[in-house]
């Protein structure tokens, strides 16, 4: 076997095996989520809105974060922790369209928007 064809054979093994941990993943925090939103939050343009689950409680707590656009179509899946008492959340939209939502807890990553393509993917995989 020549080594091009074992290097196309371990990246799609790698993609496979981060496909299968992604869907595992969703899949528990869809199930924990609770069947209503704790919180919802539209964006000052209206162009997305967030519904926030709890996934577990304690400390930390795990959230699970759905992102819709205008259309109340899902585009995004997000889980985050957060530590009770101990969060911030803001949209940035300094120049128009807004390009993140921050739920800040710590060292939390903001969630982009538009969310990546890959992220569009991750939330249609069942």
Do not use: H
Not at 58 to 74: A, S
Request: net charge positive; glycine share 4%.
């Amino acid at each position: 076997m020549s080594a091009k064809k074992l290097t196309v054979k371990i990246v799609v093994l790698i993609i496979a095996i981060l496909l299968i941990a992604n869907y595992l993943n969703t899949s528990k925090a869809r199930k924990q989520a609770t069947l209503n939103p704790y919180k919802t939050r539209i964006s000052p343009n209206k162009e997305y809105k967030i519904e926030m689950y709890y996934i577990s409680f304690g400390e930390p707590m795990e959230l699970l974060f759905r992102v819709f656009d205008k259309k109340n179509n899902l585009i995004a899946e997000y889980t985050r922790e957060a530590w009770p008492g101990a969060v911030f959340e803001a949209w940035v939209c300094e120049a128009g369209p807004c390009t993140a939502f921050i739920f800040e807890t710590g060292d939390a990553e903001p969630i982009r928007l538009p969310p990546t393509w890959l992220d569009r993917l991750r939330s249609k995989i069942p």
